[in-house]
């Protein structure tokens, strides 16, 4: 399978959006209900790839990526996590994909990258595929006639 491009501008994806809340309620409720499963597959991807992760703070993300409910897959990573109190998540995912040279860190630099990344690689092939037929499902019922109920 050919390599995708995950990277999209803001400007495109904004028209893109614009376009998408154009569809009428059911059409939009079944792109929505595609892009969460399909943010669900994206977020349990990254959530293995904290589980696995040497870091000992990724653990305590295992279960931060989370699925967006929107009609384009969107997921949210780390939420309000917070170490120890004092420190933001940020700053410990941070460490966990990048390595830090501070004690109640002490993390190696992860050898592939980040976290992350590697699940969003890998899954967004399937996840691409999956969401633009059901786009195209949608378009398909419209130019019917049928509405956009698919």
């Given at each position: 399978?050919?390599?995708?491009?995950?990277?999209?501008?803001?400007?495109?994806?904004?028209?893109?959006?614009?376009?998408?809340?154009?569809?009428?309620?059911?059409?939009?409720?079944?792109?929505?209900?595609?892009?969460?499963?399909?943010?669900?597959?994206?977020?349990?991807?990254?959530?293995r790839g904290f589980l696995m992760a040497g870091a000992?703070?990724?653990?305590?993300?295992?279960?931060?990526?989370?699925?967006?409910?929107?009609?384009?897959?969107?997921?949210?990573?780390?939420?309000?996590?917070?170490?120890?109190g004092f420190v933001n998540g940020m700053a410990v995912l941070n460490a966990v994909n990048y390595g830090s040279r501070l004690k109640r860190f002490h993390t190696a630099p992860n050898s592939s990258g980040t976290v992350v990344e590697p699940a969003v690689r890998r899954l967004t092939p399937a996840a691409f595929k999956k969401w633009s037929a059901t786009v195209d499902r949608l378009v398909h019922a419209f130019n019917r006639g049928g509405g956009t109920s698919g």
């Open positions: 399978m050919p390599a995708v491009n995950a990277h999209v501008d803001r400007a495109s994806l904004e028209r893109v959006q614009a376009q998408l809340r154009q569809l009428d309620r059911s059409a939009s409720s079944a792109l929505r209900v595609t892009s969460t499963s399909i943010a669900g597959d994206v977020a349990d991807g990254i959530n000992p703070q990724a653990h305590r993300f295992a279960s931060s990526a989370r699925p967006k409910p929107d009609r384009i897959p969107t997921v949210r990573v780390g939420g309000r996590k917070r170490e120890g």
